[in-house]
């Protein structure tokens, strides 16, 4: 079982930046394929960006391409999505996901939440205007 903890969410104004981290409190995050989701107050929950095992394919939805960046450092356990030029409809929670298998590629379906077995907890993020 793995265990997932998100941090770095806040506050910030429309054009700001935020940092979030994803680390495992219990287990291993390291060598899985990783995804990082949001969640907008009645909305579905939505593909944010997605990592390989070992960090050589990234995976980004067309809403943030070019504005977020997914990075992982396996030795450090961690995972993070740098979010720049941060939007009002950025706003949502934000959660990192794992799959419970390891050294996959993206596969198929890097989008898809039913990729992923282990999740966090979430940490929101408001983008204030």
């Known amino acids: 079982q793995v265990q997932l903890v998100e941090s770095g969410g806040g506050v910030v104004q429309v054009g700001g930046s935020l940092r979030l981290s994803c680390a495992a409190s219990r287990g291993t995050l390291s060598n899985r394929r990783m995804g990082w989701f949001r969640q907008a107050p009645g909305k579905e929950r939505e593909v944010v960006a997605a990592?390989?095992?070992?960090?050589?394919?990234?995976y980004y939805a067309d809403s943030v391409k070019g504005r977020f960046t997914i990075s992982r450092d396996n030795a450090k356990n961690t995972v993070w999505v740098q979010m720049n030029s941060l939007k009002s409809q950025d706003t949502a929670v934000y959660y990192c996901?794992?799959?419970?298998?390891?050294?996959?590629?993206?596969?198929?379906?890097?989008?898809?939440?039913?990729?992923?077995?282990?999740w966090g907890q979430g940490t929101q993020v408001t983008v204030s205007s």
């Open positions: 990592i390989t095992w070992n960090g050589g394919s990234t």
């Open positions: 996901a794992a799959d419970r298998r390891y050294g996959l590629g993206l596969g198929s379906d890097p989008e898809s939440s039913r990729a992923y077995d282990y």
